[in-house]
T-cell receptor
């Protein structure tokens, strides 16, 4: 069945460092891919999405490109801030799976000043 | 995007009792979902609740334990029945929008069972 694999955390960075959180997936067909973010004590927010190969989703300085050849959707940000400290979840939805979201395990990010 | 509220935001309950969690959306939506999130873990889908039909439960979740109501397009409830400490978790509702099922989440209900 469909699955999502994220790099394990926690990830600890200094402010203004470059961030990459790896996400790879296994799915039949052409899934849509999402990154969600959960700030401490809050619910999940959709951060960005991509619905077809080579699409780039972007929001709040974060980017991710849908790479079908490598089945990846890595999250990147050029310069992280303390306020980016959160847990990041990669997810996919697939028409063949009734569009249920399949979730990665989440990657915790801590940014130090 | 839809704005979603949940009540209660948190509760502490005794073993053997039941708690009903409410989810209210500010617009009409067809698809609503209920999730459970253990501390520090990913989300587990409990059930899909579409208006006008019975909820569809995922493997490991049953209607007797987690009855769901979906009386209209803006509201749903999840009841956690006959609770045990293992039910301590965050319960989240979400709504799906668009052909790709983007989901938008409520703030969650933090449940502690003693």
């Amino acid at each position: 069945g469909d699955s999502v694999t994220q790099m394990e955390g926690p990830v600890t960075l200094s402010e203004e460092a470059f961030l990459t959180i790896n996400c790879t997936y296994t799915a039949t067909g052409y899934p849509s891919l999402f990154w969600y973010v959960q700030y401490p004590g809050e619910g999940l927010q959709l951060l960005l999405k991509a619905t077809k190969a080579d699409d780039k989703g972007s929001n709040k300085g974060f980017e991710a490109t849908y790479r079908k050849e490598t089945t990846s959707f890595h999250l990147e940000k050029g310069s992280v801030q303390v306020s980016d400290s959160a847990v990041y979840f990669c997810a996919l939805s697939n028409a063949g799976n009734n569009r249920k979201l399949i979730w990665g395990l989440g990657t915790s990010l801590a940014v130090n000043p | 995007s839809a704005v979603i509220s949940q009540k209660p935001s948190r509760d502490i309950c005794q073993r053997g009792t039941s708690l009903t969690i409410q989810c209210q959306v500010d617009s009409q939506v067809t698809m609503m979902f209920w999730y459970r999130q253990q501390p520090g873990q990913s989300l587990t889908l409990i059930a899909t609740a579409n208006q006008g039909s019975e909820a569809t439960y995922e493997s490991g979740f049953v209607i007797d334990k987690f009855p769901i109501s979906r009386p209209n397009l803006t509201f749903s409830t999840l009841t956690v029945s006959n609770m045990s400490p293992e039910d301590s978790s965050i319960y989240l509702c979400s709504v799906g929008q668009g052909v790709y099922n983007e989901q938008f989440f409520g703030p969650g209900t933090r449940l502690t069972v003693l």
